[in-house]
């Protein structure tokens, strides 16, 4: 069936769809929220009946939602549902009216020819001569921005020093990308792109080496202050900047502390966890930052900021160059150690999901990431184990996200809905007639509990902090809105949203984040972060003795909740 929704203009104003036999609600919505709200349980009903393998039911239910509500009042929405409607009806044999909706998918801009091409749902229409006419239909629908967007001329491959032609059109290519792209142009009002443009293009012309340019694009593109728009550099630069040593720093109490190690190399060379960083290659950390670090990162809000300053990017360097550090123990004893970086900064021997009882028959489930195939599985697992608990702490404080964590959400309520999202709509005609951008949105989407999810029904509460990013914010924002439980922690890293990714001349490439996200009721989050309802910082002593206080202050507040 359908993988993912399309944002695409509509092009036909109306279409036919078959009659309904069942009774159609009297009044039309009005509003845009009326609107999508019965677009989206609708939609909800109809994937159920779908995954119960009752394919004519599906059927009903989508032509239900055409027949109400006028598909100009669908942009963006329609390709998906009339595609959508045309596998139900395939399923159930309605070859004809199958054909029609899938016609009607192809006018209102289904591209996804690929998916077309391939989806058992549609297998009974194959032999159907017109399936093969609007299969070449896509595929012309789908050639066209892949002629206009993917060319050799301009992604080419790596070479120590790019001709000039070549870096002033990757320089074209980024600024053109984010001007018709990039979601956030608000949130950096003082921001004159076009200006930056013409600034950057002499430092790029005059640049010796692909690895100074791709740190000028990078430079360039933290001036969007957006954690989900970056560049990345090619492949054979990578040991060159992203190279780390196996421990991890982060800021706290104002103060650059070893949160982590990840060798044992580290330690013999003399480092322990709370050791606090002075100096990086007999710099004052803060100094080095200022210079070496801080004006490549692209985040979305201070907390992200100090994290990718702090933890993430401090340290890096070529695997070529040992980095030495300065520290200071817990006694106040100086010492400077040299430590090697490795590709990957050293990785930690743990599982995607972790999960154990803690003090007082509380469940501890702790997801790392949203973006490893046994995630679900694991998190089914845990929720097993754990459902006789008395209450539940679920942890995404290390989570960096990956695909959409909100389906965690099946295993703690019946159904909650999720984030709105929209996106600029650039349509050249209108600007040629002086009207403004339009825009295109979405939801609130809606997670349901299948019949086989593990429920828990007790007193929850979710952990937090600047790591919980991307998907995992996702998550987070729409635990806040469901009122399901309490937040425990430090605001999220506040960037989530669906980058656009490009490649650039010499084998990199670089993404804009195309589309904005909302709480369901509107409130913004992105470029603020989900905000705990209970805010507990670490203190530098918390690090050096090994106590988690936020968790401490997440289980107590389940044991009071029961």
């Not at 020819?113 to 595929?139: E, G, Y």
């Amino acid at each position: 069936m359908r993988p993912f929704p399309l944002l695409v203009p509509l092009a036909v104003a109306a279409l036919t769809v078959p009659a309904l036999a069942a009774e159609i609600p009297e009044e039309i919505p009005a509003r845009r929220d009326a609107i999508d709200a019965f677009v989206r349980d609708q939609e909800a009903v109809g994937i159920a009946a779908y995954r119960a393998g009752d394919a004519a039911e599906a059927a009903r239910v989508y032509e239900r939602i055409l027949a109400t509500v006028d598909v100009a009042l669908l942009p963006g929405r329609a390709p998906t549902i009339y595609y959508s409607l045309a596998c139900f009806q395939s399923l159930a044999g309605r070859t004809e009216d199958a054909i029609e909706s899938l016609e009607a998918a192809v006018v209102t801009g289904w591209s996804n020819a690929d998916h077309l091409a391939k989806d058992p749902d549609l297998d009974p229409l194959r032999s159907d001569a017109r399936f093969d006419t609007l299969l070449a239909r896509a595929r012309d629908a789908q050639a066209l921005p892949e002629r206009l967007h993917h060319s050799s001329a301009i992604e080419t491959a790596y070479r120590e020093t790019l001709p000039v032609e070549e870096r002033i059109a990757g320089l074209s290519r980024l600024w053109s990308e984010a001007t018709f792209a990039f979601a956030y142009f608000d949130q950096v009002p003082e921001l004159d792109w076009n200006a930056e443009y013409l600034a950057y293009l002499p430092r790029v012309m005059a640049t010796e080496s692909t690895k100074g340019y791709y740190r000028l694009l990078s430079e360039l593109v933290a001036k969007l202050r957006d954690g989900h728009t970056n560049v990345s550099f090619p492949r054979e630069l990578r040991e060159q900047v992203y190279a780390r040593p196996e421990l991890r720093t982060e800021l706290i109490e104002d103060r650059v502390i070893v949160v982590e190690i990840r060798s044992d190399a580290v330690h013999d060379a003399g480092v322990s966890i709370g050791d606090e960083v002075l100096e990086v290659d007999g710099v004052a950390v803060k100094a080095y930052a200022a210079e070496h670090v801080a004006p490549y990162v692209a985040a979305s809000t201070d907390q992200d900021r100090a994290l990718r300053t702090y933890s993430y990017e401090l340290l890096r360097g070529s695997v070529a160059e040992p980095v030495t550090l300065t520290l200071a123990s817990a006694d106040g004893t100086r010492q400077h150690v040299e430590l090697p970086r490795t590709q990957y900064g050293g990785t930690l021997d743990r599982a995607n999901v972790e999960w154990r009882r803690l003090d007082g028959d509380v469940g501890l489930v702790a997801i790392h990431t949203f973006n490893a195939a046994d995630v679900d599985s694991l998190v089914r697992e845990a929720m097993a184990e754990l459902s006789d608990a008395g209450g539940l702490v679920i942890d995404i404080r290390q989570n960096g996200g990956g695909t959409s964590g909100w389906w965690v959400m099946r295993h703690l309520t019946d159904r909650c809905e999720t984030t709105r999202w929209s996106a600029r709509q650039y349509v050249a005609v209108h600007r040629a007639w002086g009207r403004g951008e339009g825009v295109v949105e979405g939801g609130p989407g809606v997670v349901a509990a299948d019949d086989d999810d593990v429920r828990f029904d007790g007193p929850v509460a979710l952990l937090v902090g600047p790591r919980t990013f991307s998907a995992a914010e996702d998550l987070a924002a729409t635990f806040a809105h469901s009122g399901r439980g309490t937040i425990v922690g430090r605001p999220t890293g506040g960037s989530t949203g669906q980058p656009l990714f490009f490649s650039l001349p010499g084998g990199g490439g670089a993404r804009v984040c195309a589309k904005r996200d909302v709480l369901p009721d509107g409130t913004p989050f992105v470029g603020i972060g989900v905000i705990p309802d209970v805010l507990v910082e670490p203190t530098v002593d918390d690090v050096r003795r090994g106590h988690d206080r936020a968790l401490e202050s997440a289980r107590t507040l389940v044991i009071s909740s029961g």
